[in-house]
Each structure stands twice: as structure tokens, then as C-alpha cells.
């Protein structure tokens, strides 16, 4: 009888005495002078609209996107997302050649209207004299394939390293052995998607005067490593390449990761007509300054490009329509960008819009 009233009643204590323990870690959590800058959720309190778009206002080409399905299944539900916001294409940058590349197209293989399969360089023996013919025999094998680009090609300081199955390290964009690789390009008319740096914010200082930390401190760049070279020179690397190879076409991914300095972006485009910039990944980035942003969309409407390259949520897509369509302020993405500030909406007009969701891409890839 004893032990009957007893255990229900212990497991009555031990619930209290965790509740208690829950508030107190809560009250700790929520108080100032005890709160991680890491756990800091501002929610903003102003009353004023917010927008909620489910579908884009035209058609969109998502230029830049990963291999994320797994599936068979989580493709169709890719697909049936893509429906759901007016995506009428993506373009899946694979960053493979050889087996890999040739599966992924496989894989895609029942919407061949919905999606793009780009292909990667290969760079096996890049570091061995005769490196070339065969790298380029693979890239014509890829576009036989179905590949109608490359990328994402991606250079963070120490070299190429983004394809597979080799990575190229200590070799950079502007390196002559490129050369044969951007001439089979323009020959059969295949965009090259570059990756080049990160955002200003993972290069400065990790201390309060960084507004970026946040998100900084999980991507920082560690530019004591031996060898490798930074933003600006990165930044410099890419120049050179669409400076000596006019008839390729070079898509510089993230807005060339020039957020914090888009007149030198925008000083790139006015000097260099084969190349273009893509959006993916850097509405955070953008929308804290959404004046600026929009007389720069405004500006070089032609030679943007949306994108994406954050999974296949509805939600990210929705995201992405409220900063270009809206002119919302002052709203917070943390979830999804892992930044503090708040964002804001463009409001971009209809005519940029349609260029930078469609017509831009569609003209660009044909």
C-alpha cells in the first residue's frame, strides 16, 4: 500500500524540482548580463506590414542550386515545391565529372524539363606538365551528357577545391592552365558559375565590432594558413579570367561576394560584357541596406541572376520573394541566415523583376 502512494508521489516531486530547474535556466537565459550572444532571438515589435507572398510574381529560374534530394521521392516533392512557388527551372550545380556527374544526371533524369544538370572541371594531374587535353575531354563528355554549364567552381583563398573528384590547391582562376578549360567553354557555349572569397564579415576581427559575428564566427576564414590569398585578391583572381577570356561567359556566384563594396561589383559589369552575377545566398547580406540594393537592381537589371543554393523548402523560396517583391522593414530571418540584423524588402519595380527571375537566365542558358 505504502509503495503505491509512494512512487507517484516521487515522480510528482522530481516533475516539480525539473520545472523549477527549467524556469531558472530560462530566467538565466533571457537575462542580459548572462545571455551568449549566440542565443540572442530579437523578435521585432513594430506594428506595421508584414508580407506573406506564396508564389513569385513571374515564372523564376533558380540559377544556382545543389544536388539535394537524395531521393527519388524528395525530388518529386522538389518538384511539387517548385510548383507551389512559380519555380519553373533549377539549375543543380553538381561541382563532379566522371561517375558522379553521369549519376546525378541519372537521377534527374524524370524532369529533364525541370531541371539543368551542370557539370564540374576535373582536375586530375593539374599539378603534372600536360595537364589539359584530358581535362577538356572530359568537359566535352559532360556537355554530350546533358551538362549546359559549369559549376559552382569555388576558390576560398588556397585554391580550387569545390569539384570533384580532385581539388585543385594552389591553382586559382587566373591561372594559364585554366586557359583550355575556358576556351571549351565559349566553343560550346557553357556559362561557368565561380565561387570566389566569402563575405567581408569572415575576414574581420571576431570581436564586438564585428556586426556579422554571428554567422561570422561559424564560416570565419582563417587567413594564417600558409599560402592562401584573401577577398580582395580572390576577388582580383576572377577579374583576370573574365578579362582574358571574352568569349566565356562568368557567373559570379553571390554577388561575387562583394556585399560590402557593390560599387566595385557594379565597376566589374560596366567594364566586362560577358559577365553576370547571381543573388543565391546573400539576401541576409543585402537586405539590411534595401535602398541601395535596389537602385544597384535597378542599375544592372540585365546582368543579374536569381538564385537560391538553401535547400527546397517552400519557406526559403518565400523568404527570397519577400526581400526582392516587398517592401516590408524590419523583419528578422535568423533561422535561415543566421544573422541578427533585421532585413528589409526591395520592392523591386515589375520590369527588373522579371529579368532577374527569368528572362536574364533564360537568355544567358538558352
Same mark, same amino acid.
Given at each position: 500500500?505504502?509503495?503505491?502512494?509512494?512512487?507517484?508521489?516521487? #515522480?510528482?516531486?522530481?516533475?516539480?524540482?525539473?520545472?523549477?530547474?527549467?524556469?531558472?535556466?530560462?530566467?538565466?537565459?533571457?537575462?542580459?548580463?548572462?545571455?551568449?550572444?549566440?542565443?540572442?532571438?530579437?523578435?521585432?515589435?513594430? #506594428?506595421?506590414?508584414?508580407?506573406?507572398?506564396?508564389?513569385?510574381?513571374?515564372?523564376?529560374?533558380?540559377?544556382?542550386?545543389?544536388?539535394?534530394?537524395?531521393?527519388e521521392e524528395e525530388i518529386d516533392e522538389w518538384v511539387r515545391n517548385m510548383d507551389a512557388c512559380g519555380i519553373e527551372k533549377t539549375i543543380v550545380l553538381t561541382q563532379a565529372s566522371g561517375a558522379?556527374?553521369?549519376?546525378?544526371?541519372?537521377?534527374?533524369?524524370?524532369?529533364?524539363?525541370?531541371?539543368?544538370?551542370?557539370?564540374?572541371?576535373?582536375?586530375?594531374?593539374?599539378?603534372?606538365?600536360?595537364?589539359?587535353?584530358?581535362?577538356?575531354?572530359?568537359?566535352?563528355?559532360?556537355?554530350?551528357?546533358?551538362?549546359?554549364?559549369?559549376?559552382?567552381?569555388?576558390?576560398k583563398g588556397l585554391g580550387l577545391f569545390f569539384s570533384e573528384p580532385v581539388q585543385a590547391w594552389g591553382m586559382h582562376f587566373d591561372d594559364p592552365r585554366m586557359k583550355p578549360l575556358f576556351d571549351?567553354?565559349?566553343?560550346?557555349?557553357?556559362?561557368?558559375?565561380?565561387?570566389?572569397?566569402?563575405?567581408?564579415?569572415?575576414?574581420?576581427?571576431?570581436?564586438?565590432?564585428? =556586426?556579422?559575428?554571428?554567422?561570422?564566427? =561559424?564560416?570565419?576564414?582563417?587567413?594564417?594558413?600558409?599560402?592562401?590569398?584573401?577577398?580582395?585578391?580572390?576577388?582580383?583572381?576572377?577579374?583576370?579570367?573574365?578579362? =582574358?577570356?571574352? #568569349?566565356?561567359?562568368?557567373?559570379?556566384?553571390?554577388?561575387?561576394?562583394?556585399?560590402?563594396?557593390?560599387?566595385?561589383?557594379?565597376?566589374?559589369?560596366?567594364?566586362?560584357?560577358?559577365?553576370?552575377?547571381?543573388?543565391?545566398?546573400?539576401?541576409?547580406?543585402?537586405?539590411?541596406?534595401?535602398?541601395?540594393?535596389?537602385?544597384?537592381?535597378?542599375?544592372?537589371?540585365?546582368?543579374?541572376?536569381?538564385?537560391?543554393?538553401?535547400?527546397?523548402?517552400?519557406?526559403?523560396?518565400?523568404?527570397?520573394?519577400?526581400?526582392?517583391?516587398?517592401?516590408?522593414?524590419?523583419?528578422?530571418?535568423?533561422?535561415?541566415?543566421?544573422?541578427?540584423?533585421?532585413?528589409?524588402?526591395?520592392?523591386?519595380?515589375?520590369e527588373v523583376l522579371k529579368k532577374v527571375y527569368h528572362d536574364n537566365a533564360a537568355r544567358l542558358f538558352k
Amino acid at each position: 500500500m505504502k509503495t503505491r502512494f509512494f512512487l507517484p508521489c516521487l #515522480k510528482a516531486l522530481a516533475l516539480i524540482l525539473a520545472c523549477l530547474l527549467v524556469t531558472r535556466y530560462h530566467s538565466q537565459a533571457q537575462d542580459a548580463d548572462n545571455l551568449l550572444l549566440k542565443n540572442y532571438r530579437p523578435v521585432s515589435i513594430y #506594428k506595421i506590414p508584414a508580407t506573406h507572398i506564396e508564389k513569385a510574381a513571374f515564372p523564376v529560374i533558380d540559377a544556382h542550386s545543389h544536388d539535394y534530394a537524395e531521393t527519388e521521392e524528395e525530388i518529386d516533392e522538389w518538384v511539387r515545391n517548385m510548383d507551389a512557388c512559380g519555380i519553373e527551372k533549377t539549375i543543380v550545380l553538381t561541382q563532379a565529372s566522371g561517375a558522379k556527374f553521369d549519376a546525378i544526371v541519372k537521377k534527374y533524369a524524370k524532369y529533364k524539363d525541370r531541371f539543368d544538370i551542370w557539370c564540374g572541371f576535373n582536375y586530375t594531374g593539374y599539378d603534372k606538365s600536360g595537364f589539359g587535353p584530358a581535362a577538356v575531354m572530359e568537359l566535352e563528355r559532360c556537355h554530350k551528357m546533358g551538362a549546359k554549364g559549369v559549376g559552382e567552381e569555388g576558390d576560398k583563398g588556397l585554391g580550387l577545391f569545390f569539384s570533384e573528384p580532385v581539388q585543385a590547391w594552389g591553382m586559382h582562376f587566373d591561372d594559364p592552365r585554366m586557359k583550355p578549360l575556358f576556351d571549351k567553354c565559349a566553343e560550346l557555349n557553357m556559362p561557368i558559375n565561380i565561387h570566389v572569397a566569402d563575405p567581408v564579415w569572415m575576414y574581420e576581427k571576431m570581436d564586438s565590432t564585428n =556586426d556579422g559575428l554571428m554567422n561570422a564566427q =561559424d564560416w570565419r576564414i582563417d587567413m594564417t594558413k600558409p599560402g592562401i590569398i584573401g577577398l580582395d585578391a580572390l576577388v582580383t583572381t576572377l577579374e583576370h579570367a573574365v578579362r =582574358d577570356n571574352p #568569349k566565356t561567359i562568368f557567373i559570379a556566384t553571390h554577388f561575387a561576394n562583394l556585399n560590402h563594396d557593390m560599387a566595385r561589383l557594379g565597376a566589374l559589369l560596366d567594364k566586362y560584357p560577358n559577365f553576370y552575377a547571381d543573388i543565391a545566398a546573400r539576401y541576409a547580406e543585402s537586405a539590411p541596406i534595401p535602398r541601395y540594393m535596389k537602385t544597384f537592381y535597378e542599375k544592372y537589371q540585365d546582368r543579374l541572376l536569381y538564385g537560391t543554393d538553401m535547400g527546397i523548402n517552400t519557406n526559403m523560396y518565400r523568404i527570397t520573394f519577400r526581400v526582392l517583391e516587398s517592401e516590408d522593414e524590419h523583419f528578422y530571418e535568423i533561422g535561415q541566415f543566421g544573422y541578427h540584423w533585421a532585413m528589409n524588402g526591395f520592392g523591386l519595380p515589375p520590369e527588373v523583376l522579371k529579368k532577374v527571375y527569368h528572362d536574364n537566365a533564360a537568355r544567358l542558358f538558352k
